[in-house]
């Protein structure tokens, strides 16, 4: 299941539930109590099993990601 962020639009708190793409259950701020949500775009990782550790270094040893 991914995990989805929303912004209460009263008061712009921001929070993610892990859910289902097409749950339709609504969410209550714990700040202000309202449901009046919007999803929000939010980042997210991925690591493949091939990619390096982190405690590995770079091939070239000037990463731009360190």
Same mark, same amino acid.
Not at 9 to 30: A, D, M, R, W
């Given at each position: 299941?991914?995990?989805f962020?929303y912004?209460?639009?009263k008061c712009?708190?921001v929070? %993610?539930f892990?859910?289902? !793409?097409?749950s339709q259950?609504?969410h209550?701020c714990?700040?202000c109590? $309202?449901?009046?949500t919007?999803?929000?775009?939010?980042?997210f990782? %991925?690591?493949s099993?091939s !990619?390096?550790?982190?405690?590995?270094?770079c091939?070239t040893?000037?990463? $731009?990601?360190s």
């Amino acid at each position: 299941m991914p995990i989805f962020e929303y912004r209460w639009k009263k008061c712009g708190y921001v929070t %993610s539930f892990l859910e289902k !793409s097409n749950s339709q259950q609504p969410h209550i701020c714990e700040k202000c109590s $309202s449901q009046d949500t919007k999803r929000i775009f939010s980042t997210f990782a %991925s690591r493949s099993s091939s !990619s390096p550790s982190s405690s590995s270094t770079c091939p070239t040893g000037t990463c $731009s990601l360190s």
